[in-house]
């Protein structure tokens, strides 16, 4: 098994390096392809633990020609070829740009130096990997599947969509918001499966000690408020950040933000536009031990999510789930998915997106209320850790890939016989 992502390792998808873990230790074995190289400072933890090798693509054609033109002169004789050429013209014509031109690039060099071993290929998201997967996967005459998740679904044109659907022997999503979308862009609905990410219970063991009772009415002992995203548009931390500034000037606050993100030095001097930066701490990116630890130690998490203007949004954000799984009082929107992990007055808080005077208001409210915080925190952790358990929802991956089940004999059947196609 081969499975294509954008970038690995990196901090902000340790969902799918815990799924890539949890299927070899189920005895899936796993070869890793990305089409980028990592950027972020630090390794989480469970990437440590994955054994699967990588093999890192061309991240951009001309910088390394020659491997491109040794892949081509390989693959363009065998009999996919033709077939991937005219799907990728196809694709070309409706979509001038280089990026295309590029996933072809790697496609072909996938195609090439894949191991013989590797007999079905699986894409991380639905745009950029899973047309490279298409590709190579046409050239090489393999079965294929994806795992679609957020932007990579609201952001991929709907002819895109349909054809990927058509071509891919099944397709998992991590949200009903998201099945029932492709669900009925697919040849038949049950192409399409929800599975959710769920939460690796033992990284995240429940807090120890109590949080304290802070209300706001003391300066030396302010409200914790904590966001862990990526400051880009979709987290809608401008929105956030407007709404700090409408909180009554006598409660005492403090913001700490973890993520790194191309809109945070925006961010900062906008906060200092509103006279509200020197209480906001930007941490940047963190490894998990120091992201738990600030779980801990806050009073009130938030994630203001909202759809982009492009139409990217967040799925089923992670850290939500990772934030009630230490008790943490969770506000945030009703945007994609997340009221199917939030409901709203009785597991956390949920106000509309794009709305800083109602999510003001909400603030304020569980600032001054530690008994509030309390009972939502609870109920949050209970319902994340009965409904939300990673080891409960992996085996039902597992079994699409054939692990473990009375399938295995059938999938590896159907890998092996070269008249099958995606």
Same mark, same amino acid.
């Given at each position: 098994?081969?499975?294509?992502?954008?970038?690995?390792?990196?901090?902000?998808?340790?969902?799918?390096?815990?799924?890539?873990?949890?299927?070899?230790?189920?005895?899936?074995?796993?070869?890793?392809?990305?089409?980028?190289?990592?950027?972020?400072?630090?390794?989480?933890?469970?990437?440590?633990?994955?054994?699967?090798?990588?093999?890192?693509?061309?991240?951009?054609?001309?910088?390394?020609?020659?491997?491109?033109?040794?892949?081509?002169?390989?693959?363009? &004789?065998?009999?996919?070829?033709?077939?991937?050429?005219?799907?990728?013209?196809?694709?070309?014509?409706?979509?001038?740009?280089?990026?295309?031109?590029?996933?072809?690039?790697?496609?072909?060099?996938?195609?090439?130096?894949?191991?013989?071993?590797?007999?079905?290929?699986?894409?991380?998201?639905?745009?950029?990997?899973?047309?490279?997967?298409?590709?190579?996967?046409?050239?090489?005459?393999?079965?294929?599947?994806?795992?679609?998740?957020?932007?990579?679904?609201?952001?991929?044109?709907?002819?895109?969509?349909?054809?990927?659907?058509?071509?891919?022997?099944?397709?998992?999503?991590?949200?009903?918001?998201?099945?029932?979308?492709?669900?009925?862009?697919? #040849?038949?609905?049950?192409?399409?499966?929800?599975?959710?990410?769920?939460?690796?219970?033992?990284?995240?063991?429940?807090?120890?000690?109590?949080?304290?009772?802070?209300?706001?009415?003391?300066?030396?002992?302010?409200?914790?408020?904590?966001?862990?995203?990526?400051?880009?548009?979709?987290?809608?931390?401008?929105?956030?950040?407007?709404?700090?500034?409408?909180?009554?000037?006598?409660?005492?606050?403090?913001?700490?933000?973890?993520?790194?993100?191309?809109?945070?030095?925006?961010?900062?001097?906008?906060?200092?536009?509103?006279?509200?930066?020197?209480?906001?701490?930007?941490?940047?990116?963190?490894?998990?031990?120091?992201?738990?630890?600030?779980?801990?130690?806050?009073?009130?998490?938030?994630?203001?999510?909202?759809?982009?203007?492009?139409?990217?949004?967040?799925?089923?954000?992670?850290?939500?789930?990772?934030?009630?799984?230490?008790?943490?009082?969770?506000?945030?929107?009703?945007?994609?998915?997340?009221?199917?992990?939030?409901?709203?007055?009785?597991?956390?808080?949920?106000?509309?997106?794009?709305?800083?005077?109602?999510?003001?208001?909400?603030?304020?409210?569980?600032?001054?209320?530690?008994?509030?915080?309390?009972?939502?925190?609870?109920?949050?952790?209970?319902?994340?850790?009965?409904?939300?358990?990673?080891? &409960?929802?992996?085996?039902?991956?597992?079994?699409?890939?054939?692990?473990?089940?009375?399938?295995?004999?059938?999938?590896?059947?159907?890998?092996?016989?070269?008249?099958?196609? #995606?």
């Amino acid at each position: 098994m081969a499975f294509v992502l954008k970038g690995y390792p990196r901090l902000s998808e340790t969902f799918i390096a815990q799924e890539i873990l949890s299927l070899e230790r189920r005895g899936l074995p796993i070869r890793l392809v990305s089409l980028r190289h990592p950027t972020d400072p630090a390794v989480h933890p469970v990437n440590r633990d994955i054994r699967a090798p990588v093999n890192y693509l061309p991240e951009y054609l001309y910088q390394q020609p020659g491997r491109v033109l040794r892949a081509w002169r390989a693959v363009r &004789r065998r009999p996919g070829y033709a077939k991937a050429r005219a799907v990728w013209m196809g694709d070309l014509s409706r979509e001038r740009t280089s990026n295309r031109i590029r996933r072809f690039g790697q496609a072909l060099v996938l195609a090439h130096e894949l191991p013989g071993d590797v007999r079905w290929l699986h894409a991380h998201f639905m745009h950029t990997p899973a047309s490279v997967t298409r590709y190579a996967a046409l050239i090489l005459d393999l079965p294929w599947s994806v795992s679609a998740h957020a932007k990579d679904i609201w952001t991929t044109p709907e002819w895109e969509k349909r054809e990927k659907l058509a071509d891919c022997r099944w397709l998992v999503t991590c949200t009903r918001a998201n099945a029932e979308h492709l669900a009925r862009l697919a #040849p038949t609905p049950d192409r399409v499966q929800l599975i959710y990410h769920g939460l690796d219970l033992t990284r995240f063991p429940p807090p120890q000690t109590v949080r304290p009772d802070r209300d706001g009415s003391d300066a030396d002992a302010p409200v914790t408020i904590l966001s862990v995203g990526r400051a880009v548009e979709k987290k809608g931390y401008g929105i956030l950040l407007d709404a700090l500034a409408r909180l009554p000037a006598p409660l005492n606050w403090r913001l700490v933000h973890i993520g790194g993100g191309p809109l945070r030095e925006a961010l900062n001097e906008r906060a200092g536009a509103l006279g509200i930066a020197k209480r906001i701490t930007w941490l940047g990116a963190q490894p998990q031990e120091q992201v738990l630890a600030c779980y801990r130690s806050a009073d009130i998490f938030v994630l203001a999510s909202r759809v982009a203007a492009d139409g990217d949004r967040d799925g089923l954000p992670n850290v939500l789930m990772e934030a009630q799984s230490q008790g943490l009082c969770c506000i945030s929107t009703r945007v994609s998915a997340i009221p199917e992990l939030i409901l709203d007055g009785e597991t956390g808080v949920l106000v509309d997106p794009d709305d800083p005077q109602g999510l003001a208001e909400t603030l304020g409210r569980a600032m001054t209320s530690p008994q509030l915080r309390a009972r939502l925190g609870a109920a949050g952790m209970k319902r994340v850790r009965t409904a939300f358990d990673h080891d &409960r929802v992996i085996d039902r991956l597992a079994e699409r890939f054939g692990v473990g089940s009375d399938i295995a004999e059938e999938k590896r059947s159907v890998c092996a016989s070269p008249s099958m196609h #995606p």
